[in-house]
């Protein structure tokens, strides 16, 4: 399979989830958690898999980030078969629909939008919450492509299997991904940076941060057994590791 980082850039999260662009020339003075948005295409024999749709970052052209990478690699988003979203925070889903002159519209529209259906639940219950963004996520959950996830854990494909574990959310879900005896593992904001292999810690920023340090050490065993390749959403300088 192939792997393609849609990194977006690396940003400085502010506690009311205002995202500014890291540049060298701010790097050491702005605020917040520095981190990097980067979605994942997986390009398998069957299908062009979207792992998370980052934050629809614009360069100063006005031009989609994302965009702009899969114009790089001759990709067209109709070309995108599946969006499989782990969880539901704005810097996960925002990159997922588009304002056009007819309002918004998916940005993949060929592409099946999976969700799980109690992570969207959750969200709805916790209006207010600068994590989300309710205006884009109103949106995205009237496209006609959805796929509403139930289960604990499943099948999407045969090279596609999902489990809903919770710890950054309490309904987030992660993914393997497994062609040809090779596997990618996306743990999405539960294992964001290759640092938290380093340091077993809960962090305070997860629903259940003690969940998410023990799924961590689980995965990082299973990884070295089988030989994962593991997605790193988060992390400023890396996008794909193996242990």
């Known amino acids: 399979m192939k792997i393609i980082p849609l990194k977006e850039g690396n940003f400085s999260a502010s506690k009311t989830k205002d995202f500014t662009l890291l540049t060298n020339e701010n790097f050491n003075t702005v605020s917040g958690i520095k981190m990097s948005v980067q979605p994942f295409l997986i390009i398998t024999e069957n299908d062009y898999i979207l792992l998370d749709a980052g ?21 067209q988003p109709e070309q995108v078969t599946k969006l499989l979203l782990s969880h539901l925070h704005k810097d996960h889903i925002d990159g ?22 109690r992570e969207l639940d959750f969200a709805m219950e916790n209006k207010g919450n600068p994590s989300f963004d309710f205006n884009i996520l109103e949106q995205l959950i009237q496209l006609p492509n959805i796929i509403w996830m139930n289960e604990d854990k499943g099948q999407i ?27 990618v593992f996306y743990g999405a904001d539960d294992l964001p940076q290759a640092s938290y292999l380093k340091y077993h810690l809960a962090y305070k920023s997860d629903f259940d941060g003690r969940k998410a340090m023990q799924l961590r050490i689980l995965w990082e065993s299973e990884a070295r057994a089988d030989s994962w390749k593991i997605l790193l959403y988060h992390d400023l300088e890396k996008a794909v590791i193996e242990v």
Not at 59 to 71: A, D, F
Not at 99 to 117: H, S
Not at 157 to 182: A, C, D, K, L, R
Request: glycine residues 8%.
């Open 157 to 183: 494909t045969s090279e596609i299997s999902y489990e809903v574990v919770g710890g950054h959310t309490p309904f987030m879900q992660v993914f393997w991904i497994t062609e040809n005896e090779e596997t």
């Open 96 to 117: 997922a629909v588009k304002l056009t002159d007819n309002g918004y519209e998916a940005t993949f529209p060929n592409a099946q939008i999976y969700i799980q259906k």
């Open 55 to 75: 934050i629809g970052w614009k360069n100063e052209e006005g031009q989609s980030v994302v965009m702009k990478i899969l114009e790089r690699e001759n990709i």
